[in-house]
């Protein structure tokens, strides 16, 4: 079982920054491939991040490339995104997820490929 924790949302303008964090928790966080999704209001849950267990391979979803960055420091058990430039329609609550994985290099990019979720963290992004 694993354990997963958002912090970091708030309310910002667009342009602004934040850096959202995930704590993992309960088992071996280095062998787990870890994403970052999000919900706005009324919509599906969408695919934002992805970043494998080793940290050396990444993915993201086009709206996001080039303004928001994912990483992990796996002696902190914890995951990151940084996100830059941040726009209006990047209002949403941001999901933590995490799966085991048997190689250091997959990433995933779909919620069935995911196992444990986080609660949730409220990203507000006034125009």
């Known amino acids: 079982q694993v354990q997963l924790v958002e912090s970091g949302g708030g309310l910002v303008s667009a342009g602004d920054s934040l850096r959202l964090s995930c704590a993992a928790s309960?088992?071996?966080?280095?062998?787990?491939?870890m994403g970052w999704f999000r919900q706005a209001p009324g919509k599906e849950r969408e695919f934002v991040a992805a970043v494998s267990w080793s940290g050396e391979r990444t993915y993201y979803r086009d709206s996001v490339k080039g303004r928001f960055t994912i990483s992990r420091d796996n002696a902190k058990n914890t995951v990151y995104l940084q996100m830059n430039d941040l726009k209006p329609e990047d209002t949403a609550v941001y999901y933590c997820a995490a799966r085991p994985s048997s190689t250091p290099y997959a990433f995933y990019g779909r919620m069935s490929d995911y196992t444990y979720w986080g609660q949730g963290t409220q990203v507000t992004v006034s125009s």
């Open positions: 309960g088992r071996t966080f280095s062998n787990y491939a």
